[in-house]
């Protein structure tokens, strides 16, 4: 990302990798047409769901808790 330092696109890149459930929409609709079959729809499945769980720790491992409590409290104030 042009601008943005390494851990800011490093965070971006792992929200975009967070893509659960429309990647759940379109497994089960290849299941239903008969284009995966089901031992393939299970491995999508984990897959899914391991990169969706680990979004929150790679968030704080790249822009860091402090930084992230930061930013929070800062726009919590009114």
Request: hydrophobic share 55%.
């Amino acid at each position: 990302m042009a601008g943005y330092g390494w851990r800011d696109s490093l965070a971006t890149g792992s929200l975009m990798n967070a893509r659960g459930l429309m990647e759940l929409i379109v497994m089960r609709i290849g299941l239903d047409a008969g284009l995966i079959g089901p031992e393939l729809f299970t491995m999508l499945l984990v897959m899914a769901l391991a990169t969706t769980a680990m979004t929150g720790p790679l968030i704080n491992l790249c822009i860091g808790r402090k930084q992230a409590l930061a930013a929070d409290a800062a726009h919590a104030k009114p």
